[in-house]
């Protein structure tokens, strides 16, 4: 090898070794507070509960066991853990209907956003970004004060002489639905826009050249264009959705319980933190399976308009 | 005359993006109204009174709780921004090199994993912690603060340091500047809006978590939005509202100078 290409080669080696040690703080912070502790909680759920919360060092299946399975307090034996099993279900299930709402509302919204003028424009975005940088417990308590017994739907519904007495709203699943919908919807309208930004009018002109309906040319140019932003847009709001903890312990009150809330329990009341941390790695398994697919469509719709 | 046809109009998006705006900001308007209310009433209107401030500012917990929300955030807004500045350093313009894509995920983790599954794990890492050192202080949350801002902090440095090319840089390296005075009278005035957005972003992200901080706060560590979720699951008076007036402000404010900073283009 020549002189020059070995200096070369020495100089690629410091650089690369620098930029190790350039991202180590980063790389050190998150390794103790936030990825680390994260496999400790894969050998916790293999440990056997302790009396007043935490562990005791005997391994056993049984906090795994327990995500599904309960056993009989008299007779041992195994039965299917209906709480947890609906409790898994409703919380996919109101997390896949949270996400659907937010993309027909965001959709339009980010659409609207997209085609105004130069000059308003920033100004709109300015307005979803507002929501999205404010306190996701306050605005849960905005929407706690409108549905509230008391609150402000009752109050004028009463008025109008539409309900008769106050309809429970609150602690519903309607509410939390209601509550997620509300605050993760910048979460949507957000990567939406970034995607309908840099939207080609010419193209749908030319959809309109050959007689193509609005909404032929919404769904056959518009949407299929802009995909990467609505799977962005999805995954940034199922994912939180999924794990949600402040806006269904506020709006669901003690009985609709998310995951999240299941979760917290182990560590307050229930006391089981080897079935707490078991759930824990159920719920990350499945933002894994969802991030997957992202990465998956993400590289298809780039591959195909890119 | 006939209106005026546009390519981009698709019938019925305006009105839902008009409704969208209203619900969007109807909570909010009436949360902070009844900010103002005379009476005890979260819904009937008595007439306008700042007295709900005042209790909130005579409030010895919610000060308490504000001024340790605020120093939580200052110390792992710096951390953080300090530290993602220099992993921003190490990730952009470069060839791609082994161990690139390993950084990248390892930096964006915080966002991947939802942040209940973050909370139990550092729940049981820290209670160990604490049984071996004795120790119980602030340090447990800032630390869990600083690694969750890490991401937020690096996302707008990164961008911004990506539409920067390396020419200014190598003409003063040709100039004989030192690596350090590079970057000192170089890299870091350009950088500085990016740094400056990362650091906002992440002071605010801070000061808005409840989860994580709801698990790792030992016993009388309570931040503003924990106490706020305390007191949410009792009876709750327009001092709530009040409260949460004032923060709202105050993140608006922030969130105002970082779209502005942000925005402005070199």
């Not at chain 1, 409790?87 to 659907?100: A, G, K, N, P």
């Not at chain 1, 050959?210 to 802009?226: G, S, W």
Request: with cysteine.
């Amino acid at each position: 090898m020549s002189e020059a290409a070995e200096v070369i080669e020495a100089e690629a080696r410091r650089d690369v070794r620098n930029r190790w040690l350039l991202s180590m703080p980063a790389l050190l912070i998150i390794l103790l507070a936030a990825a680390g502790p994260l496999l400790i909680v894969v050998v916790y759920s293999f440990l056997t509960p302790g009396p007043y919360g935490d562990v005791q060092w005997q391994p056993t299946l049984s906090g795994w066991v327990n995500v599904f399975l309960e056993r009989d307090i008299f007779d041992e034996t195994l039965s299917l853990a209906d709480a947890h099993v609906s409790i898994f279900m409703r919380s996919v299930w109101l997390s896949l209907v949270t996400t659907v709402l937010t993309l027909l509302v965001g959709f339009p919204t980010a659409y609207f956003i997209a085609t105004r003028p130069d000059n308003s424009r920033e100004l709109w975005l300015f307005l979803i970004t507002i929501p999205f940088w404010t306190n996701l417990l306050i605005r849960t308590f905005a929407i706690l004060q409108i549905i509230r017994n008391e609150g402000l739907i009752n109050t004028i519904m009463i008025k109008l002489g539409l309900f008769a007495s106050p309809v429970q709203m609150l602690f519903t699943d309607g509410a939390i639905l209601t509550g997620m919908v509300y605050v993760y919807l910048p979460l949507m309208v957000l990567p939406l826009y970034a995607s309908m930004e840099k939207l080609d009018f010419r193209l749908l002109e030319a959809g309109y050249d050959l007689y193509a309906t609005p909404f032929q040319v919404l769904r056959r140019i518009i949407v299929p264009l802009v995909k990467p932003g609505i799977i962005a847009g999805s995954i940034l709001v199922f994912i939180p959705a999924l794990g949600a903890y402040v806006t269904p312990s506020i709006l669901g009150g003690g009985k609709n319980l998310m995951l999240g809330n299941l979760i917290e329990l182990q560590f307050g009341q229930g006391r089981n933190w080897p079935l707490g941390a078991a759930l824990s790695i159920t719920l990350m398994l499945i933002v894994m399976v969802a991030l997957l697919f992202y990465v998956r469509n993400a590289k298809g719709a780039g591959g195909r308009h890119g | 005359m006939a209106r005026q046809f546009s390519v981009r109009r698709q019938t019925g998006f305006t009105a839902i993006a008009m409704m969208c705006f209203f619900a969007l900001y109807l909570p909010i308007a009436v949360l902070v109204v009844y900010a103002f209310n005379a009476g005890t009433s979260l819904n009937t209107w008595e007439g306008f009174s700042l007295q709900w401030f005042v209790k909130a500012f005579e409030n010895q917990q919610v000060i308490e709780a504000s001024i340790r929300s605020l120093q939580i955030a200052v110390v792992a807004a710096l951390v953080a921004t300090a530290a993602a500045t220099m992993a921003a350093l190490a990730t952009t313009r470069t060839e791609p090199y082994r161990g690139l894509t390993l950084k990248y995920a390892f930096i964006n983790q915080p966002l991947m994993i939802p942040e209940i599954v973050t909370a139990v794990a550092l729940l049981i890492f820290f209670s160990r912690i604490k049984v071996w050192t004795g120790y119980s202080g602030l340090g447990y949350l800032i630390a869990a603060h600083t690694a969750f801002c890490i991401p937020f902090a690096y996302l707008p440095i990164r961008a911004r340091l990506e539409n920067m090319d390396l020419t200014l840089e190598r003409a003063a390296a040709d100039l004989y500047a030192t690596p350090w005075k590079t970057f000192r009278y170089v890299t870091l005035p350009l950088l500085w809006p990016g740094i400056l957005a990362g650091l906002m972003l992440a002071f605010v992200i801070s000061l808005d978590d409840v989860v994580i901080t709801e698990f790792v706060k030992s016993a009388g560590q309570d931040t503003l939005p924990t106490y706020m979720l305390g007191q949410l699951r009792r009876a709750i008076t327009p001092e709530m509202n009040a409260i949460s007036t004032l923060f709202l402000l105050l993140s608006i404010c922030i969130v105002t100078v970082f779209f502005f900073v942000n925005k402005k283009r070199i």
